[in-house]
């Protein structure tokens, strides 16, 4: 099974545009992203794909590989599918270029779910981490997921789900982290697939996958790390960098 990384990258980030170019600890965070993903040594293949000369030079300068989209795209999803399209491989993994905190366990779970899927049930893998603090589960950049007794994923949004109408009821909260692995084939349709108006009200890409009946299968980590969406969050990043490269 031959299994590759895409990493898109857009310059223009709504909530914090140029974010992928921002200082961590000496490198871009994109730079960072990248060379983690690598570092995994899970993948064949590592590229960036993006619509930035500025992006594509901080990448390919540094000795990495990175490929430019050919036109503009609505998702991430659809960057990478245009990528990959030519490319030989069964299992496409979507790393966010914001997640400069990628490590090689969480992903060696999520690959391992194709592994044992014989009857190739599932399309796409994704991650997701127990949060318990309210103010992140009421926050819309936070994406929540919701699974059944398998962990196929069943809704995603922005809102707290479940709605906690009885706190004593025992519910877990699971933010979504943005890596997904895709078939390759779950992906190329993905790109044919018309969005709809759920997917276009939350903003969350994989909620199309749902609404075609796609499974998406979802592997817990316990790895929290930052996903960089605001200054904030770069600030929470470089403070932690500093904790986890302590000597």
């Known amino acids: 099974m031959k299994i590759i990384s895409m990493i898109p990258a857009r310059y223009s980030a709504s909530r914090f545009p140029g974010k992928l170019m921002q200082n961590l600890a000496g490198k871009s965070v994109i730079l960072r992203t990248y060379e983690a993903t690598v570092a995994t040594e899970l993948f064949s293949e590592v590229y960036v794909v993006t619509d930035s000369d500025i992006i594509f030079n901080e990448i390919v300068n540094n000795g990495g590989k990175a490929i430019m989209s050919k036109k503009e795209h609505e998702s991430g999803s659809d960057r990478i599918a245009e990528a990959v399209a030519d490319v030989d491989c069964d299992i496409v993994v979507n790393v966010q270029g914001d997640e400069p905190f990628t490590e090689r366990e969480s992903l060696h779970k999520v690959l391992e779910v194709f592994k044992d899927d014989v009857e190739k049930e599932i399309d796409l893998a994704s991650l997701m981490v127990e949060?318990?603090?309210?103010?992140?589960?009421?926050?819309?950049?936070?994406?929540?997921?919701?699974?059944?007794?398998?962990?196929?994923?069943l809704y995603f949004s922005r809102?707290?789900?479940?709605?906690?109408?009885?706190?004593?009821?025992?519910?877990?909260?699971?933010?979504?982290?943005?890596?997904?692995?895709?078939?390759?084939?779950?992906?190329?349709?993905?790109?044919?697939?018309?969005?709809?108006?759920?997917?276009?009200?939350?903003?969350?890409?994989?909620?199309?996958?749902?609404?075609?009946?796609?499974?998406?299968?979802?592997?817990?980590?316990?790895?929290?790390?930052?996903?960089?969406?605001?200054?904030?969050?770069?600030?929470?990043?470089?403070?932690?960098?500093k904790e986890i490269t302590k000597t």
Request: aromatic share 12%.
């Open 131 to 153: 949060i318990t603090d309210w103010e992140e589960i009421q926050n819309p950049n936070t994406v929540k997921v919701i699974v059944d007794q398998n962990n196929f994923a």
């Open 159 to 241: 809102s707290p789900i479940p709605y906690p109408r009885d706190k004593e009821a025992g519910a877990r909260y699971f933010k979504h982290k943005g890596i997904y692995a895709f078939r390759k084939e779950a992906l190329l349709d993905f790109t044919v697939l018309p969005m709809r108006f759920i997917e276009a009200t939350e903003k969350i890409e994989c909620i199309r996958y749902l609404e075609y009946g796609k499974k998406i299968k979802m592997v817990e980590t316990e790895v929290q790390g930052v996903e960089i969406d605001t200054p904030e969050d770069l600030e929470r990043a470089k403070r932690l960098w």
